[in-house]
């Protein structure tokens, strides 16, 4: 369920109205979902959001969201800045990668003392350099390379929680 909802950007499944397309991680084809009128069935469960977890690392729109876009998934989400902009730590941690990542660019990615990290990739410069602490706020890189495939000036942002890409909006406030 929150790997669905996040996904598909669901923040309140009771918002879910008929003819919504979701995506479902694994499946093969695509199937019509018979919609219960049976108000007496069990509640789906909560969705959780640790919104504030993690700070912004630029302030910028989101241009792209995480899940399927266009046919395609994304594991994080891109936020417009300037070309040059700064890009602060989302949270206290270890840099544990700083330097070209193929189909990223300039990537640094920062192990936090949990089970968490994020990703900062499409930097025009990366400031930190592995095996560095940094703490949240922390200056890391500027940004606003345009990406493959993209004219605009972004940064793509992920977390990951035991490796596995979650989606930013549900932990940033």
Known sequence: MQDVAELNNIKNPDRIKVGDKIFIPGARQQ??????????EAASPGIAMTKGLF?????????????????????GI????????????SYDGQVVFSSDLKGYGKTIIIQ???KYATVYANNTTNLANKGAAVKTGQV?????GAGEG????????QIREHNQARNPLFYLP
């Open 150 to 157: 993209n004219r605009i000036p972004h940064l793509h942002f």
């Open 78 to 89: 891109f936020i417009a800045v300037p070309a040059g902009s700064t890009v602060v730590a």
């Open 31 to 40: 199937l019509t979902v018979r919609i219960s009128q049976n108000d007496s």
């Open 112 to 114: 936090h003392r949990d």
């Open 55 to 75: 700070i912004w690392p630029v302030k910028g729109p989101v241009i792209s969201q995480f899940g399927i876009n266009n046919g395609f998934k994304n594991d």
């Open 140 to 144: 890391i890189a500027t940004s606003g």
